[in-house]
Each structure stands twice: as C-alpha cells, then as structure tokens.
C-alpha cells in the first residue's frame, strides 16, 4: 500500500506565489522520477514538470521560468514552487512517483489532489 499525500494549494492573486508538496510515507524502498500534474475543469490532466532521482528537471513550456520542482530523497518528498502565478494555472494539481516497495515492485501512484486557484 503506497499513497502520496499532497498539501499546500489555496487561494492566490495573478502574480501571486504557492509551494506544494507531496510526500510517500510508509515503507519505501526507492522513488524513481516523480513530477506533478495538473487538471485544469474540462480540459485533459497535463504535464507540468518532472523530475529524476538526481534531481535532473524538464518542465513544460507553459510554466519554465516560473514553476520550480525540487525533491528530498530522505523524506521521500517532492515540491512545486510556483510563482508569477497566471488565472490560467488555476486547476487540481497532482503528483505522481515511480515508487518501488517490496510487496507490490515497482509502479506509478499518485496523490490525491490539492486545488490550486488564481483570482483576483
């Protein structure tokens, strides 16, 4: 049984700044490549960036220069730094792992979820 938590969405202004992060407890042997998504209502869930176990970053054209991903292996953990916040970043953001655990290998999990919007 894996499952990602995610916290840290809310409320902000265009221009505005948010971090989310999204954390593996339980027993974990190795996380690959995590990256986050995001599901804007009626469009299609999209890439926003990913990152590898050695920390190496590709993120999507929509958001370079403004969104940062960083992780810590120790704790099993990954972060979204966003800034310069646009309204048309408002969506569910989700995050996503290459987790391998001892009773069920290796497979992508995913969280659950946390709203992020952008209003003025």
């Known amino acids: 049984q894996v499952q990602l938590v995610e916290s840290g969405g809310g409320l902000v202004q265009p221009g505005g700044s948010l971090v989310l992060d999204c954390a593996a407890p339980?027993?974990?042997?190795?996380?690959?490549?995590m990256g986050w998504y995001r599901q804007a209502p009626g469009k299609q869930r999209e890439l926003v960036g990913t990152?590898?176990?050695?920390?190496?970053?590709n993120y999507a054209d929509s958001v370079k220069g403004r969104f940062t991903i960083s992780r810590d292996n120790t704790k099993n953990t990954v972060y979204l730094r966003m800034s310069s916040l646009k309204p048309e970043d408002a969506a569910v953001y989700y995050c996503?792992?290459?987790?391998?655990?001892?009773?069920?290998?290796?497979?992508?999990?995913w969280g659950q979820g946390t709203q992020v919007t952008v209003s003025a």
């Open positions: 990152i590898t176990r050695g920390a190496n970053t």
């Open positions: 339980g027993n974990i042997l190795r996380i690959d490549n």
């Open positions: 996503n792992a290459d987790v391998t655990t001892r009773g069920s290998g290796r497979s992508a999990y």
